[in-house]
């Protein structure tokens, strides 16, 4: 089944605890995405990767880091979380960068 | 950068008529609008999509217009099913197709 893979689904931790949220699909797609949702304010694109070792900025990068160092995989990674972190985040990808993207199922992050 | 409204925020019709959903966009370089369905617990899906050079485009109960000129563009759902009920949002592409700036989002109620 053709799908993106979030993990883990729900996540708390402490300010200021590395953590990292794996993302993966099995599509053989190009571009990969990461989004965070609030409430009120829609998707807003974290992160996105046009190939492996291709990545840049998105609206709201300030606290996130990405690497693509596999075409399939895309982690997300948060080195000193803070509470305004928490948040819901997708991971999407696409086979071409204006094409509709498919989405991982989320993960909801907690930090306290 | 780009940005996207999108109104109603919320919509209750009853089963059977017809709900339309509004998005207005700011850079008139934007040139691919997909629409997105969520359900509860699910990350967003597509369900249709519309580029620059087209003004209209239907599939089955679900259809797009874009207005270029006024920089808005709706979606446009016939004969609503309760299994309809969902958040809906609205994104734009911006000056840079890898990029995509969503709209707040509409909740969409079908009552039966």
């Known amino acids: 089944e053709a799908q993106v893979t979030q993990n883990p689904r729900y996540l708390i931790t402490v300010t200021g605890k590395k953590l990292t949220v794996t993302c993966s699909q099995n599509?053989?797609?190009?571009?990969m995405s990461w989004y965070r949702q609030d409430p009120g304010l829609g998707l807003r694109q974290i992160y996105y990767?046009?190939?492996?070792?291709?990545?840049d900025k998105g609206d709201v990068p300030e606290g996130y880091k990405v690497s693509r160092k596999e075409k399939r995989n895309f982690p997300l990674i948060l080195e000193s979380p803070s509470p305004n972190q928490t948040s819901l985040y997708f991971c999407?990808?696409?086979?071409?960068?204006?094409?509709?993207?498919?989405f991982g199922s989320g993960t909801r992050l907690t930090v306290v | 950068g780009e940005n996207v409204e999108q109104h109603p925020s919320t919509l209750s019709v009853q089963e059977g008529d017809s709900a339309v959903i509004k998005c207005t966009y700011s850079?008139?370089?934007?040139?691919?609008f997909p629409w997105y369905k969520q359900e509860l617990g699910k990350g967003p899906q597509l369900i249709i999509d519309?580029?620059?050079?087209?003004g209209e485009k239907k599939d089955q109960r679900i259809a797009v217009t874009l207005n270029k000129t006024a920089k808005h563009f709706s979606l446009h759902i016939t004969e609503t099913q309760p299994e309809d009920s969902a958040v809906y949002f609205c994104?734009?592409?911006?000056?840079?197709?890898?990029?995509?700036?969503f709209g707040s989002g509409t909740k969409l109620n079908v009552k039966p």
């Open positions: 999407a990808s696409s086979q071409q960068g204006d094409y509709g993207y498919t």
């Open positions: 599509m053989n797609h190009e571009y």
């Open positions: 990767s046009m190939n492996v070792e291709v990545t």
């Open positions: 850079d008139s370089a934007s040139n691919y």
């Open positions: 519309i580029r620059s050079n087209v």
């Open positions: 994104a734009a592409s911006g000056n840079n197709f890898n990029k995509f700036y």
